[in-house]
């Protein structure tokens, strides 16, 4: 049995388009994403030269700097229309509660955690429309991943707020995923599912210990859950982003009363509540 197929359904598989045609949802056709910086009014120019260095030159279709705030860059990559818009201010405070995120996201270093909270300006990266299937969702967050990377080589950014999934995320974590995507570039078993999916513990109205992912909404799935997890937290954090990419990636749809094994001597239940599909048993 290979890696991966622990993690699938106990029945035969169908194809991509069978599993999309089973879902009760479909995607958020609108992505967006900030890049924060820890100093106000960065060159809109260095941001310019980050971009045509990734992406060339001809990627970027109008500049529009007429507010003194605000400044709009129009870009097509991949033949995907987004929008980096840099706010020469800080990202408001009713947008986000800093400590809250920093308490559920740990892959950021001190240095990037003092940045982050004393951020001056940001980017808002938005694609409007282009994710309404699974395949145009993958899509558009695959180069907006990309165009993240690149921005963040500017002097001063200091990290990536997914607020659609309560991520925020570090410079550092972020640019080691982003080269692993540009080597994955071609392979439909890969998605970068840590730097869009939140997998954190939480607590069920009951008192009941989980942990549980935030963010498969957008790609019009039911959030997962372990109920009452047994084993190591740190192998229940790496099935549930694996389980995450299965489904992504087109690979796999987890339902209500559908059964799973995670060993060859047991196995585990979903049962959905609301907008959530916990695992009960055998984890």
């Known amino acids: 049995m290979g890696f991966f197929d622990k993690f699938k359904k106990k029945k035969e598989l169908p194809k991509e388009s069978q599993l999309l045609s089973e879902t009760t949802a479909v995607p958020q056709a609108n992505t967006m994403v900030n890049i924060l910086f820890d100093r106000l009014k960065a ?19 109008h500049i529009d700097s007429s507010h003194p705030a605000v400044t ?45 909270i004393n951020q001056q300006s940001f980017c808002i990266i938005a694609e409007i429309g282009g994710g309404r299937t699974l395949e145009g969702k993958r899509s558009v967050c695959l180069t907006l991943t990309r165009l993240c990377g690149a921005l963040l080589t500017v002097d001063g950014a200091a990290g990536v ?30 998605f970068p599912a840590m730097l869009w999916i939140l997998v954190a513990p939480s607590q069920t109205e009951d008192g009941a210990n989980v942990i549980e992912t935030c963010g498969l909404g957008e790609f019009g799935f039911l959030e997962l859950q372990f109920y009452k997890p047994t084993e190591e937290w740190a192998k229940s954090y790496e099935k549930l ?40 048993g055998g984890i």
């Open 241 to 280: 982003y694996i389980m995450s990419t299965l489904q992504i990636t087109g690979k796999e749809v987890y339902k209500n009363m559908d059964t799973i094994s995670f060993t060859e001597d047991g196995f585990s239940i979903f049962k959905q509540s609301g907008n959530k599909l916990a695992v009960i």
């Open 43 to 61: 060159d809109v120019k260095e941001l310019e030269a980050a971009i045509t260095e990734q992406f060339g030159s001809k990627c970027i279709q």
């Open 161 to 190: 707020y997914y607020s659609a999934a309560g991520l925020l995320l570090g410079r550092k974590m972020y640019l080691n995923y982003v080269a692993i995507t540009r080597q994955q570039r071609g392979n439909a078993e890969y």
């Open 72 to 116: 709009h860059i129009m870009l097509r990559i991949d033949d995907i229309e987004c929008v980096c818009s840099y706010m020469a201010l800080p990202l408001p405070g009713d947008e986000w509660d800093i400590q809250t995120l920093l308490s559920k996201n740990h892959y950021i270093t001190e240095e990037e955690q003092e940045m982050l």
